[in-house]
């Protein structure tokens, strides 16, 4: 029988069952607390704002670079309005024209071994050669621009003139190997070029002392380097030489094109960093290569620019090219400025093909280089044409900043990588989404009242302030292109202009509601007795365990909502770097 009454059993199973009921009931609700007063929540919200907004104008002043447009609207007035070029003959000999020979074509094709590597090009040589004319012509080798020009689609009708009048002419593919625009060999390609000069001299017909060059843009860099080592190169055509080195060259250029095309002046921020940048460390050299040395210029020179040409410094540029001949003792430098015409001479549209040479300058070239290699003194005035104009100065306190490009690098590099996490967070949320509702169920988040629409909208904001920049930029670059190939600015510029102070306000708008969040955070926090000290008892492990929570329930909603936050604030930081919070 046992010992234990009726009464304690009862007595036992009913504490028992309040010991049940008590482990399985909710935690115990937290009492009502009064939202926060209007002025409270202003007086959180401001401080927070205050510091977002100072940190971002302080990353967007720290990075900026400076520079000095001045002297602004240089002009160097020519003293001829006639581009022609003529020459003292006392002997009264017949001196060549073009299109006083028929011309032969005739291909080659050479190894070009590339010397700091061995990588062999192959590479086709179009030699043209005046029919008839006998021996001892004079040649010329044509350099390539930017791009990737063959000996078929490039320097045509030039070669063809000047064969016409007597030259052997040689056109190659240009001398590539694996490099791409950023990584050109220029060393390496005036060795090609100089392999091509021999194989001129070597030709029975040609006058081995008389072969010069025909250098263009980007070439004009080449032609430095060739020069150094080939002093017997004879003369020298330069259509619209870069002259000086990459960084100052391509700077000047950026700056000038974006304030043509009619980009907002916000836009120049970019351009003055994007050529701060140390390329080394990515192995790029080109962009501090050193051309200006006097042997580029130590032999008759005949440099053309056009006005519409939008891509060179041409007063500057005229000035150092005259100012390193004469320190090379050479005085025979001829100048000529056509008008209407652009960056490679041409008239109209470059996009557009068998565009024309402009005015006469064929003729100029051709009757320069007859009376140069015949050793005739000019008569005809060396500086002739249009009035020569530079719209700002060469950009030559530009330097590269290690610092600034690690920190453009892991700034962007971190901004891609976190975009990325975030949008696979968020296509994992979609998935979830579906599959619950697929299935008759409903998938919640966890995210407390209000913070998940405040996150949704935010981001969506801040990504489409971003695809807005992107637009803006992409627009002013594509100006530029059209600029250099000839066409004219457009009358409105539309999206390039007006995005940059939009994406400014903006970005003010987005912060301040950044910053609202952020509020919103502490004051539910400060109800859950966190914001005291010290923090009320159990409060921080019912918020880490999801049981009070101030985000989320879910440990997945609060890592969400802080990597979005943190990879929306690192879009904000990209803005501040390319200088939209400067006021």
Not at 120 to 136: D, F, S, Y
Not at 300 to 318: I, R, S
Not at 399 to 410: D, F, P, Q, S
Not at 473 to 482: E, S, Y
């Given at each position: 029988?046992?010992?234990?009454?009726?009464?304690?059993?009862?007595?036992?199973?009913?504490?028992?069952?309040?010991?049940?009921?008590?482990?399985?009931?909710?935690?115990?609700?937290?009492?009502?607390?009064?939202?926060?007063?209007?002025?409270?929540?202003?007086?959180?919200?401001?401080?927070?704002?205050?510091?977002?907004?100072?940190i971002l104008v302080s990353v967007a002043n720290l990075t900026a670079s400076t520079w000095n447009y001045e002297p602004t609207e240089q002009t160097i007035e020519t003293l001829d309005a006639n581009t022609a070029v003529t020459f003292a003959n006392p002997s009264g000999e017949k001196l060549a024209k073009k299109g006083d020979y028929e011309v032969a074509k005739r291909y080659v094709t050479i190894k070009a071994k590339r010397p700091s590597t061995g990588?062999?090009?192959?590479?086709?040589?179009?030699?043209?050669?005046?029919?008839?004319?006998?021996?001892?012509?004079?040649?010329?080798?044509?350099?390539?621009?930017?791009?990737?020009?063959?000996?078929?689609?490039?320097?045509?009708?030039?070669?063809?003139?000047?064969?016409s009048a007597g030259f052997v002419t040689a056109v190659l593919d240009k001398p590539v190997w694996s490099t791409n625009d950023a990584t050109r060999d220029y060393p390496g390609s005036a060795v090609i070029y100089d392999q091509v000069i021999d194989l001129l001299r070597g030709m029975d017909t040609v006058d081995a002392s008389k072969v010069g060059i025909y250098a263009t843009s980007e070439s004009t860099w080449i032609s430095s380097y060739l020069l150094?080592?080939?002093?017997?190169?004879?003369?020298?055509?330069?259509?619209?030489?870069?002259?000086?080195?990459?960084?100052?060259?391509?700077?000047?250029?950026?700056?000038?094109?974006?304030?043509?095309?009619?980009?907002?002046?916000?836009?120049?921020?970019?351009?003055?960093?994007?050529?701060?940048?140390?390329?080394?460390?990515?192995?790029?050299?080109?962009?501090?290569?050193?051309?200006?040395?006097?042997?580029?210029?130590?032999?008759?020179?005949?440099?053309?620019?056009?006005?519409?040409?939008?891509?060179?410094?041409?007063?500057?540029?005229?000035?150092?090219?005259?100012?390193?001949?004469?320190?090379?003792?050479?005085?025979?430098?001829?100048?000529?400025?056509?008008?209407?015409?652009?960056?490679?001479?041409?008239?109209?549209?470059?996009?557009?093909?068998?565009?024309?040479?402009?005015?006469?300058?064929?003729?100029?070239?051709?009757?320069?280089?007859?009376?140069?290699?015949?050793?005739?003194?000019?008569?005809?005035?060396?500086?002739?044409?249009?009035?020569?104009?530079?719209?700002?100065?060469?950009?030559?306190?530009?330097?590269?900043?290690?610092?600034?490009?690690?920190?453009?690098?892991?700034?962007?590099?971190?901004?891609?990588?976190?975009?990325?996490?975030?949008?696979?967070?968020?296509?994992?949320?979609?998935?979830?989404?579906?599959?619950?509702?697929?299935?008759?169920?409903?998938?919640?988040?966890?995210?407390?009242?209000?913070?998940?629409?405040?996150?949704?909208?935010?981001?969506?904001?801040?990504?489409?302030?971003?695809?807005?920049?992107?637009?803006?930029?992409?627009?002013?670059?594509?100006?530029?292109?059209?600029?250099?190939?000839?066409?004219?600015?457009?009358?409105?510029?539309?999206?390039?202009?007006?995005?940059?102070?939009?994406?400014?306000?903006?970005?003010?708008?987005?912060?301040?509601?950044?910053?609202?969040?952020?509020?919103?955070?502490?004051?539910?926090?400060?109800?859950?007795?966190?914001?005291?000290?010290?923090?009320?008892?159990?409060?921080?492990?019912?918020?880490?365990?999801?049981?009070?929570?101030?985000?989320?329930?879910?440990?997945?909603?609060?890592?969400?909502?802080?990597?979005?936050?943190?990879?929306?604030?690192?879009?904000?930081?990209?803005?501040?770097?390319?200088?939209?919070?400067?006021?």
């Open positions: 029988m046992s010992g234990v009454s009726e009464q304690e059993r009862q007595s036992s199973a009913a504490s028992q069952s309040l010991r049940q009921e008590s482990a399985s009931s909710p935690a115990r609700p937290q009492p009502q607390h009064q939202p926060w007063t209007r002025g409270r929540r202003l007086m959180v919200n401001l401080p927070i704002f205050i510091m977002l907004l100072g990588e062999i090009q192959r590479i086709k040589v179009l030699i043209r050669e005046p029919k008839g004319a006998g021996g001892n012509r004079p040649g010329v080798v044509f350099m390539h621009g930017a791009g990737y020009g063959t000996c078929d689609n490039s320097f045509g009708d030039m070669a063809t003139d000047l064969s150094q080592r080939d002093p017997d190169v004879a003369f020298q055509v330069l259509l619209s030489p870069m002259v000086y080195e990459p960084r100052y060259s391509l700077g000047f250029l950026a700056a000038q094109d974006f304030a043509l095309v009619g980009a907002h002046d916000g836009y120049q921020s970019i351009v003055r960093r994007v050529f701060g940048i140390d390329a080394s460390l990515f192995g790029l050299t080109n962009l501090d290569i050193d051309t200006l040395t006097p042997k580029a210029y130590a032999i008759p020179t005949l440099v053309a620019y056009g006005t519409k040409d939008v891509m060179t410094a041409q007063v500057e540029g005229t000035e150092k090219i005259v100012d390193l001949a004469h320190k090379a003792g050479n005085r025979n430098v001829t100048i000529r400025t056509y008008p209407i015409a652009n960056h490679v001479l041409r008239l109209g549209d470059e996009a557009n093909s068998g565009t024309p040479f402009a005015d006469a300058y064929e003729d100029d070239v051709v009757d320069w280089a007859v009376g140069t290699t015949q050793g005739l003194t000019q008569t005809s005035e060396r500086v002739a044409g249009t009035r020569m104009y530079q719209s700002i100065a060469v950009p030559l306190e530009l330097k590269a900043n290690r610092g600034l490009t690690i920190y453009l690098v892991a700034l962007h590099v971190g901004m891609v990588l976190l975009l990325l996490i975030v949008g696979l967070l968020w296509l994992v949320v979609l998935a979830r989404k579906i599959w619950a509702r697929a299935h008759g169920r409903r998938y919640r988040l966890g995210m407390a009242r209000g913070f998940k629409n405040s996150l949704v909208t935010l981001t969506i904001a801040t990504m489409a302030t971003f695809v807005l920049f992107c637009a803006g930029l992409g627009d002013v670059i594509m100006g530029v292109v059209k600029l250099a190939w000839g066409s004219a600015p457009a009358e409105n510029p539309g999206v390039m202009y007006w995005s940059w102070p939009v994406i400014q306000v903006v970005c003010i708008a987005v912060v301040w509601a950044w910053s609202r969040v952020f509020m919103r955070l502490i004051e539910e926090a400060s109800h859950r007795g966190i914001v005291q000290w010290p923090p009320r008892k159990g409060a921080i492990g019912e918020i880490v365990s999801g049981r009070q929570p101030v985000l989320a329930s879910t440990r997945f909603g609060r890592v969400m909502f802080w990597l979005t936050v943190v990879a929306m604030f690192s879009v904000l930081l990209v803005f501040a770097f390319w200088g939209l919070f400067i006021y």
